[in-house]
């Protein structure tokens, strides 16, 4: 009961909410804290009496374990929201030029977070919300991913909010370069053929970049300053392909499909790269199995306790 009470039970509920699990247990402990606080005052000032004396000692160690067990929920918090996965099997050795993360790399998500991993019980849902407007990249990965409902086609985005200029894109690539791009900037794919350009390639729809099967490698989801877009179809592709001239004049060239899930754009310049946030999958990260972060909910009984 007391591990449901502090927030420290394994309700599936917290399994995609870290932060949220981490903010009630921070609050948990402030409320404890205050009465803690307020039962030492009292028993110090009801005077000459031994017993009460001793009992604010005693609620005095308590506070030594109760900062214990915060630096823990700390340390959980940050294991998985702030996550830096282990890399294995990847395709190239690892060079980086530089050690920092990027200012745009929002942050690195561990895969059982991703939406198919949710397990529809008690709290462990998908967004329920049709269609859901909610644009953040944590929400759309964590709680959609194969469902995800994407935007509107930028037209059809423009039509309804001419002032808009971003836009989420997702992008699929290896881990490697996953690796690589989280300490640097996203790089433009120069080598042709390249339908849409030299540039930057992003799908509209996140269905779209995994197709049917699961997903190899990492996937990026990003969030994009439009500029000026030069729209294309099918039989106009032929001015953009294997080029950059139309930059600067127009930043982002975008492909209406005639399926539109299947919608693409380029973008010419990392610039227009605002934030992304990368999963990297099952084979490439061996965090889980290393530090069984994996089996952390599996002992869940009774639903919470
Ligand atoms: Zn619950
Ligand atoms: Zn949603």
Known sequence: ???????????????????????????????????????????????????????????????????????????????????????????????????????????????????????????????????????????????????????????????????????????RTSAHAAASVAHSYMHSSIKPPQMLGFGIYFARSIENTLGKARFKGAIMAAKIRMGNVKEVTLNELNIVRNTDERHPEFDTVYYNHKEDHRDQFCVYDEKQVLKWIIVVDQLHDDKFSDNEMDSEFDDTKCYCI
């Open 1 to 171: 009961m007391h591990r449901l009470f502090s927030f420290n039970c394994n309700c599936p509920c917290y399994r995609a909410r870290p932060r949220l699990r981490f903010q009630l247990q921070l609050v948990f402990l402030v409320l404890v804290s205050l009465v803690r606080i307020s039962t030492i005052i009292f028993c110090m000032v009801i005077r000459h009496h031994i017993t009460t004396k001793s009992l604010a000692v005693v609620v005095g160690i308590s506070f030594f374990f109760l900062l214990l067990n915060s630096l823990l929920h700390y340390y959980h918090y940050r294991e998985w929201w702030h996550y830096k996965p282990n890399f294995v099997r990847l395709e190239q050795k690892i060079i980086l030029c530089n050690t920092t993360l990027s200012t745009k790399h929002k942050r690195d998500l561990p895969y059982p977070l991703l939406g198919n991993m949710r397990t529809s019980k008690h709290g462990d849902k998908l967004c329920t919300n049709k269609p859901c407007t909610n644009r953040e990249l944590e929400h759309i990965l964590v709680f959609h991913l194969d469902d995800h409902q994407p935007q509107p086609r930028w037209s059809e985005l423009k039509r309804l909010n001419p002032s808009a200029d971003t836009y989420i894109g997702f992008h």
